[in-house]
Nanobody, 116 residues
Framework: QVQLVESGGGSVQSGGSLRLSCAAS????????MAWFRQAPGKEREGVAS???????SYANSVKGRFTISRDNPKNTLYLQMNSLKPEDTAMYYC??????????WGQGTLVTVSS
């Protein structure tokens, strides 16, 4: 069974940067999709970025050009480099992994707070 643990969240001022990590334990197929989601207080969870087994990435319009998703398969680790952070990026960030047709492993989340 895959377990995911996020880290790297914290508080930062607007315009700052953070790098989130998601360490996976258990067996992760190299062809698994991995993704980052976020949920702000009072809002629904939304997809932020995803990466498939071939390294193809996809981003929400709101983070394009500012966030970069990457994965290190030998280390079973997913990353999210977040630059030019805005207050509206404040949320709990979750990583997920699994078949691209349906991600079935989720982490507990790491909190990102961006102050203006």
């Amino acid at each position: 069974q895959v377990q995911l643990v996020e880290s790297g969240g914290g508080s930062v001022q607007s315009g700052g940067s953070l790098r989130l990590s998601c360490a996976a334990s258990g067996f992760i197929h190299s062809w698994y999709c991995m993704a980052w989601f976020r949920q702000a207080p009072g809002k629904e969870r939304e997809g932020v970025a995803s990466i498939d087994g071939d390294g193809t990435t996809s981003y929400a319009n709101s983070v394009k050009g500012r966030f970069t998703i990457s994965r290190d398969n030998p280390k079973n680790t997913l990353y999210l480099q977040m630059n030019s952070l805005k207050p509206e990026d404040t949320a709990m960030y979750y990583c997920a992994a699994g078949p691209c047709s349906g991600l079935d492993a989720w982490g507990q989340g790491t909190l990102v707070t961006v102050s203006s």
